[in-house]
């Protein structure tokens, strides 16, 4: 059976802040998506459109967009069955509605579809010589005091636990030699 998002599983905390907010959208999914395949649904915020995402175990995402979540999500699995078909993927970078990834996503230039972890990172020299936002230096706090929260990440995503001490050590560098600059606030501004 494939796996739902835990945001449309009834009890499960992420369903009660779902409902809480009013995104619970109560639907079946009718395609025969494999079983480490985790799929979600929902009405989008704008525009307001029925979608319907994949998410491969490969990597992979999948989406499809319609007038209704079933036909959203038809469309969705027959993009999955289009990549599927794919005798040989020609990854490419590049991709012509939505430029170059410069993270490790890539596009397959024969069927279209996407994958996450093809490439290795583009690290451009350089970005991390800025000070610090404010959002930044919150992040960095909550990073070295809140003991629980790191605790829980560390046991949800151990995976993930040597990206986020490194990404710890680079905010703590930045902050040392640039300081943080009061007037930004977000990570990409």
Not at 10 to 35: F, I, M, Q
Not at 152 to 178: F, N, S
Request: proline letters at 5%; aromatic letters at 12%; a positive charge.
């Amino acid at each position: 059976m494939v796996r739902i998002a835990p945001h449309h599983i009834k009890g499960t905390p992420e369903n009660v802040l779902s409902a809480a907010l009013r995104r619970e959208v109560d639907y079946t999914p009718v395609c025969a998506w494999p079983d480490d395949c985790t799929v979600q649904w929902g009405n989008g915020i704008v525009p307001r459109n029925p979608f319907f995402e994949a998410f491969p175990a490969d990597g992979g995402f999948i989406r499809g967009d319609a007038d209704t979540i079933e036909a959203a999500e038809r469309a969705a699995f027959a993009k999955f069955e289009r990549e599927q078909a794919c005798v040989k993927h020609f990854w490419s970078r590049w991709h012509p509605r939505r430029g170059t990834y410069l993270n490790t996503g890539a596009h397959c230039r024969r069927c279209g579809c996407f994958k996450s972890g093809v490439f290795r990172e583009v690290v451009v020299l350089g970005r991390h010589r800025k000070p610090l936002s404010r959002c930044e230096r919150d992040h960095m706090q909550s990073m070295e005091g809140d003991q629980e929260l790191n605790e829980y990440i560390d046991a949800k995503y151990p995976e993930r636990r040597a990206e986020r001490a490194a990404m710890a050590r680079r905010l703590k560098i930045r902050l040392h030699l640039y300081g943080v600059d009061e007037s930004r606030f977000g990570f990409f501004d």
